[in-house]
């Protein structure tokens, strides 16, 4: 909504930006997470170097501003995440990595100014000694790195919850500057994750303050929407690349794959045919179970249909209407620096 090129681009044209694109470089991964979403993909899919820049390219054209790297596998299993990282500083992308933090130490100073913030995962199955290993990691590489980069955890809760390792992730975002703790319930499984319990965990150990006031460290994802419009528009706004250059609708539609093959789920194009979609403002009809961004389609479509962002929060409700004009004056500005992660 705050997002300049993005709203120009839809008054005038009835067309979207691509402002921020998600790209899973590699499927290999250096661990075997139980409650991973996306177990049954294709481990050897891997962009080389060439495709890479090759999407980052087609991409600038297209408008795009920030790019997330992300799973799929890890990041740093690829073997020209450095490269790749330099590139993008080179073009002027705001980067943001997503990572599981145990291969940081691969990460190169001059790579690493790209980074707009870093997100680290975690979750209640890792055990002390794989939670050692990673805040020795850490320790070692964040203040070394440029002090613009925003550090933050991203948590994965199980079923059976581990009280002690999340409140040991939240003692440590905290020692570490970090800018918050995410607490996402494990997305296979979302009807039996109790997040209300993690808050209670948070409050019992006085993490939720900072002298006396509400603190902004932990923050608590929402289950995503088992409703959703018969329209979707992500792609257009927010396109993900899987690791072998296929669109997908979202960034959520391969990884919730359910325990089915993520190649099963359903695709948009290749990425070098991506290009006419957006020309055509092309719809994508969902076929998904459950949406991550419903309320971002919701938008998507008021916009085309010619309902203002003002608007559009005013049928939501008051605070949807101070909360926009915070963020829009902030923008306005230049104070609102993440308005390229949509």
Same mark, same amino acid.
């Given at each position: 909504?705050?997002?300049?090129?993005?709203?120009?681009?839809?008054?005038?044209?009835?067309?979207?930006?691509?402002?921020?694109?998600?790209?899973?470089?590699?499927?290999?991964?250096?661990? =075997?997470?139980?409650?991973?979403? #996306?177990?049954?993909?294709?481990?050897?899919l891997q962009l080389n170097y060439a495709d890479l820049k090759n999407i980052i390219d087609t991409f600038l054209k297209l408008g795009t501003k920030a790019i997330t790297i992300t799973g799929g596998g890890e990041p740093f299993c690829h073997p020209d995440i450095n490269e790749l990282l330099l590139y993008?500083?080179?073009?002027?992308?705001?980067?943001?990595?997503?990572?599981?933090?145990? $291969?940081?130490?691969? @990460?190169?100073?001059? +790579? !690493?100014?790209?980074?707009?913030?870093?997100?680290?995962?975690?979750?209640?199955?890792?055990?002390?000694?794989?939670?050692?290993?990673?805040?020795?990691? $850490?320790?070692?590489?964040?203040?070394?790195?440029?002090?613009?980069?925003?550090? +933050?955890?991203?948590?994965?809760?199980?079923?059976?919850?581990?009280?002690?390792?999340?409140?040991?992730?939240?003692? #440590? !975002?905290?020692?570490?500057? #970090?800018?918050?703790?995410?607490?996402?319930?494990?997305?296979?499984?979302?009807?039996?994750?109790? @997040?209300?319990?993690?808050?209670?965990?948070?409050?019992?150990?006085? @993490?939720?303050?900072?002298?006396?006031?509400?603190?902004?460290?932990?923050?608590?994802?929402?289950?995503?929407?088992?409703?959703?419009?018969?329209?979707?528009?992500?792609?257009?706004?927010?396109?993900?690349?899987? !690791?072998?250059?296929?669109?997908?609708?979202?960034?959520?539609? /391969?990884?919730? %794959?359910?325990?089915?093959?993520?190649?099963? /789920?359903?695709?948009?194009? =290749?990425?070098?045919?991506?290009?006419?979609?957006?020309?055509?403002?092309?719809?994508?009809?969902?076929?998904?179970?459950?949406?991550?961004?419903? =309320? =971002?389609?919701?938008?998507?479509?008021?916009?085309?249909?010619?309902?203002? %962002?003002?608007?559009?929060? +005013?049928?939501?409700? %008051?605070?949807?209407?101070s909360e926009y004009k915070n963020v829009l004056a902030l923008a306005e500005k230049g104070e609102f620096e993440d308005s390229n992660f949509l």
């Amino acid at each position: 909504m705050v997002n300049k090129a993005l709203e120009d681009s839809i008054d005038k044209y009835k067309k979207f930006v691509p402002v921020h694109l998600q790209l899973s470089v590699t499927n290999e991964c250096n661990m =075997h997470c139980s409650f991973c979403s #996306f177990k049954h993909r294709d481990k050897s899919l891997q962009l080389n170097y060439a495709d890479l820049k090759n999407i980052i390219d087609t991409f600038l054209k297209l408008g795009t501003k920030a790019i997330t790297i992300t799973g799929g596998g890890e990041p740093f299993c690829h073997p020209d995440i450095n490269e790749l990282l330099l590139y993008c500083h080179e073009k002027k992308i705001e980067v943001g990595l997503v990572t599981n933090g145990t $291969l940081l130490n691969k @990460l190169e100073y001059e +790579s !690493a100014k790209s980074i707009k913030w870093c997100r680290i995962s975690l979750s209640d199955d890792q055990n002390d000694k794989q939670i050692e290993n990673i805040e020795t990691v $850490l320790n070692n590489i964040v203040h070394k790195m440029p002090n613009t980069i925003k550090w +933050s955890y991203s948590y994965v809760v199980l079923k059976n919850q581990n009280p002690l390792m999340q409140v040991r992730a939240v003692k #440590f !975002a905290k020692k570490l500057g #970090f800018l918050n703790v995410r607490f996402v319930p494990d997305q296979n499984n979302v009807s039996n994750i109790d @997040l209300d319990a993690v808050k209670k965990n948070m409050e019992k150990n006085n @993490l939720l303050t900072e002298k006396g006031k509400s603190s902004d460290l932990c923050v608590f994802d929402e289950k995503p929407n088992t409703e959703f419009p018969d329209k979707c528009w992500m792609y257009l706004m927010r396109p993900f690349v899987a !690791a072998n250059g296929v669109v997908y609708p979202c960034c959520c539609t /391969q990884y919730c %794959s359910f325990g089915e093959r993520p190649d099963s /789920q359903p695709i948009v194009c =290749h990425y070098s045919e991506y290009k006419q979609k957006l020309d055509d403002t092309e719809m994508y009809k969902p076929e998904c179970n459950i949406c991550f961004f419903n =309320h =971002h389609n919701e938008w998507a479509d008021a916009r085309l249909n010619g309902v203002s %962002s003002l608007e559009y929060c +005013s049928n939501r409700g %008051s605070k949807y209407v101070s909360e926009y004009k915070n963020v829009l004056a902030l923008a306005e500005k230049g104070e609102f620096e993440d308005s390229n992660f949509l």
